[in-house]
C-alpha cells in the first residue's frame, strides 16, 4: 500500500505527519508524507516555531511526484490538519489527481478543527471548507465529537443520535465515518466510544478512559483505521484493529507520564496490540 500523506508537521513531539507516517510505516505501508505547516512543537504548549506552508507550496510538492511518474500507484490520500483553506484547496486537487491516475484510490479526511472543551483551534475559512467541500470529496471521514456535531449541524448527545449524524454525513458522500472521542448518554463515566458507520450498519468500540491529556492520538487512529480499511475492505475490523492500537498507545504513554505520545516506544501497539475490545453492532 502506498499513501499521500498531506498534514501538519513538528519536529518535536508526535502530531499530524510525525503521529501518522510511522505507524503505517510500521505496518508496511510506503508513505509519501507533504507537510502543511512545519512546526518545532505542536500549539498545545502555547508556544512554537516555524510556518505555515499555502497552497501553491503543497501543489508544487504533489506536481513533482507526479513528475516521478508514480501517482498510479498510489492507494490513496490522507489528509488531517490544513493551516489554511488555501490549501484544502490544494489537497483536493491533489485527490484529483491521483484519482486520475488510480481511479481506485481512497481518499480519507481528518477534519482537524477542534475538539471539546477548547472549541475551533483553526483558522477563519478552515471549517466551513471542511463542512461543503473536504465532505463530499472524501471516501472516509474522521471526525472526533465535536466535529461531527459542526459538520452536521446536528445534535449528537445519544447514540441514536450520533447515528443519525453519521448518516447525514454519508449521504453527502463519504462511504465510511469513524467517530472517535464520542461521549454520549450511554457511554459510562470511565470509557470512551469510537464508533463507525458503513453500508446502513453501525459498530462501536468501548475502551477504558485514560486519565492524559496529549495531543496526535486522533492523527495515529486516522492513519491506522486508514490503512486497515484498505486491507480488510470493511469499516468493522478496521475499527476493532485500530482502537486496539490506539488504547495500547495511549496507555502506554500514560504509564510513562509522558507529555508527548509514545509512537517509536510503543511501536509494538501498531502491529501487535496488548488487548482488544469487542466490536459491537448497534
Same mark, same amino acid.
Given at each position: 500500500?502506498?499513501?499521500?500523506?498531506?498534514?501538519?508537521?513538528?519536529?518535536?513531539?508526535?502530531?499530524?505527519?510525525? /503521529?501518522?507516517?510511522?505507524?503505517?510505516?510500521?505496518?508496511?505501508?510506503?508513505?509519501?508524507?507533504?507537510?502543511?505547516?512545519?512546526? /518545532?512543537?505542536?500549539?498545545?504548549?502555547?508556544?512554537?516555531?516555524?510556518?505555515?506552508?499555502?497552497?501553491?507550496?503543497?501543489?508544487?510538492?504533489?506536481?513533482?511526484?507526479?513528475?516521478?511518474?508514480?501517482?498510479?500507484?498510489?492507494?490513496?490520500?490522507? /489528509?488531517?490538519?490544513?493551516?489554511?483553506?488555501?490549501?484544502?484547496?490544494?489537497?483536493?486537487?491533489?485527490?484529483?489527481?491521483?484519482?486520475?491516475?488510480?481511479?481506485?484510490?481512497?481518499?480519507?479526511?481528518?477534519?482537524?478543527?477542534?475538539?471539546?472543551?477548547?472549541?475551533?483551534?483553526? $483558522?477563519?475559512?478552515?471549517?466551513?471548507?471542511?463542512?461543503?467541500?473536504?465532505?463530499?470529496?472524501?471516501?472516509?471521514?474522521?471526525?472526533?465529537?465535536?466535529?461531527?456535531?459542526?459538520?452536521?449541524?446536528?445534535?449528537?448527545?445519544?447514540?441514536?443520535?450520533?447515528?443519525?449524524?453519521?448518516?447525514?454525513?454519508?449521504?453527502?458522500?463519504?462511504?465510511?465515518?469513524?467517530?472517535?472521542?464520542?461521549?454520549?448518554?450511554?457511554?459510562?463515566?470511565?470509557?470512551?466510544?469510537?464508533?463507525?458507520?458503513?453500508?446502513?450498519?453501525?459498530?462501536?468500540?468501548?475502551?477504558? $478512559?485514560?486519565?492524559?491529556?496529549?495531543?496526535?492520538?486522533?492523527?495515529?487512529?486516522?492513519?491506522?483505521?486508514?490503512?486497515?480499511?484498505?486491507?480488510?475492505?470493511?469499516?468493522?475490523?478496521?475499527?476493532?484493529?485500530?482502537?486496539?492500537?490506539?488504547?495500547?498507545?495511549?496507555?502506554?504513554?500514560?504509564?510513562?507520564?509522558?507529555?508527548?505520545?509514545?509512537?517509536?516506544?510503543?511501536?509494538?501497539?501498531?502491529?501487535?496490540? /496488548?488487548?482488544?475490545?469487542?466490536?459491537?453492532?448497534?
Amino acid at each position: 500500500m502506498k499513501v499521500l500523506s498531506i498534514q501538519s508537521h513538528v519536529a518535536y513531539g508526535h502530531v499530524g505527519n510525525a /503521529s501518522a507516517v510511522f505507524p503505517m510505516q510500521r505496518l508496511g505501508v510506503e508513505v509519501w508524507p507533504v507537510h502543511t505547516v512545519q512546526f /518545532s512543537n505542536h500549539t498545545g504548549y502555547g508556544a512554537w516555531r516555524g510556518r505555515v506552508f499555502d497552497g501553491p507550496a503543497i501543489e508544487e510538492v504533489v506536481q513533482g511526484i507526479g513528475e516521478r511518474g508514480v501517482l498510479g500507484h498510489c492507494d490513496g490520500v490522507l /489528509s488531517g490538519y490544513m493551516g489554511s483553506a488555501d490549501i484544502g484547496t490544494a489537497i483536493l486537487r491533489a485527490v484529483a489527481q491521483v484519482r486520475a491516475e488510480n481511479p481506485a484510490a481512497l481518499y480519507c479526511c481528518d477534519p482537524v478543527m477542534g475538539d471539546a472543551g477548547c472549541g475551533f483551534y483553526v $483558522r477563519p475559512g478552515i471549517p466551513e471548507f471542511m463542512r461543503d467541500r473536504a465532505v463530499p470529496a472524501a471516501d472516509i471521514l474522521t471526525p472526533n465529537h465535536f466535529e461531527l456535531t459542526f459538520l452536521t449541524g446536528l445534535p449528537t448527545g445519544t447514540l441514536e443520535e450520533a447515528k443519525a449524524a453519521i448518516a447525514a454525513l454519508q449521504a453527502r458522500g463519504p462511504r465510511v465515518v469513524l467517530v472517535t472521542s464520542l461521549v454520549t448518554s450511554e457511554t459510562p463515566d470511565d470509557a470512551i466510544d469510537l464508533l463507525a458507520g458503513e453500508g446502513g450498519r453501525f459498530w462501536r468500540v468501548r475502551t477504558p $478512559r485514560l486519565a492524559l491529556d496529549v495531543n496526535g492520538a486522533g492523527d495515529a487512529i486516522a492513519a491506522l483505521f486508514f490503512v486497515h480499511y484498505h486491507r480488510e475492505g470493511g469499516a468493522e475490523a478496521a475499527l476493532g484493529r485500530a482502537a486496539a492500537s490506539v488504547y495500547g498507545l495511549l496507555r502506554r504513554t500514560v504509564e510513562a507520564g509522558s507529555r508527548e505520545i509514545l509512537t517509536v516506544a510503543a511501536q509494538d501497539e501498531f502491529v501487535s496490540p /496488548s488487548e482488544t475490545f469487542p466490536v459491537e453492532p448497534v
